[in-house]
């Protein structure tokens, strides 16, 4: 059964500090996700990551993806507030017919 | 473009009801997966239709159903609703069926509450 486990859980940074989000899964997979969620909102997908290596920026977040190390991770650069949100990571399971989601990093960046 | 269209948007229901959600995919997209979210944690899968069949079932249990249209929307049904059934029910939208570079859509979801 794949597993997807993020670390940490909650996160409370000051705006201008840079701190990274991690995701690790306990399956071969070289697909991964990452969504973000507004208190009562939906999800919006942020990255795309398809392969072994891969790196995505946007805006302040940049996202990677270690298929060996079964690891990604969220770098978020000079924080500000519109960054409070809850980010998941998700992998894609059996050719996509679903993602196992992580439990989600609460983020809240203080001003 | 229309994204991915949830009705209703709110709902509440009694314990022992039965309670049925729906979902309009992206315009071209034909496959459509169904999520609970439980406040405070991730998604987690429901069931997956791909060209009106079903593709994938998560570990729920057999009071939850759903089908698929000709025109591929969806329904989720959910019978016998307990006080646990609470919570975010999201539908999700993907082009094809195991298409790379495409992740799923989500819709803005249905929020069940069960007293």
């Known amino acids: 059964e794949l597993k997807v486990e993020q670390n940490p859980l909650f996160l409370s940074m000051q705006e201008g500090k840079n701190y990274t989000i991690y995701c690790n899964y306990s399956?071969?997979?070289?697909?991964l996700y990452w969504y973000r969620q507004d208190p009562g909102k939906s999800l919006e997908s942020l990255f795309v990551l398809l392969s072994n290596g891969a790196v995505k920026q946007e805006g302040r977040l940049m996202a990677s993806l270690d298929t060996k190390a079964r690891l990604s991770t969220l770098h978020i650069t000079a924080a500000v507030h519109d960054l409070s949100a809850t980010y998941f990571c998700?992998?894609?399971?059996?050719?996509?017919?679903?993602?196992?989601f992580g439990p989600g990093t609460r983020l809240s960046v203080l001003p | 473009d229309a994204g991915v269209t949830q009705s209703p948007t709110h709902l509440i229901k009694t314990r022992g009801q039965q309670v049925t959600l729906r979902c309009s995919p992206i315009?071209?997209?034909?496959?459509v997966s169904w999520y609970q979210q439980v406040l405070g944690q991730g998604p987690q899968f429901i069931f997956q239709y791909y060209e009106k069949e079903e593709r994938g079932r998560g570990n729920f249990p057999d009071r939850f159903s759903a089908r698929q249209f000709p025109n591929y929307s969806s329904e989720l049904n959910v019978n016998a609703l307990l006080l646990g059934d609470s919570a975010l029910y999201l539908c999700?939208?993907?082009?094809?069926?195991?298409?790379?570079?495409?992740?799923?859509?989500f819709g803005s979801g249905t929020r069940l509450t069960v007293v």
């Open positions: 315009s071209g997209h034909k496959s």
């Open positions: 399956t071969t997979s070289d697909r």
């Open positions: 999700a939208s993907r082009l094809v069926q195991g298409a790379r570079g495409y992740g799923y859509t």
């Open positions: 998700a992998v894609d399971m059996d050719y996509g017919q679903n993602f196992v």
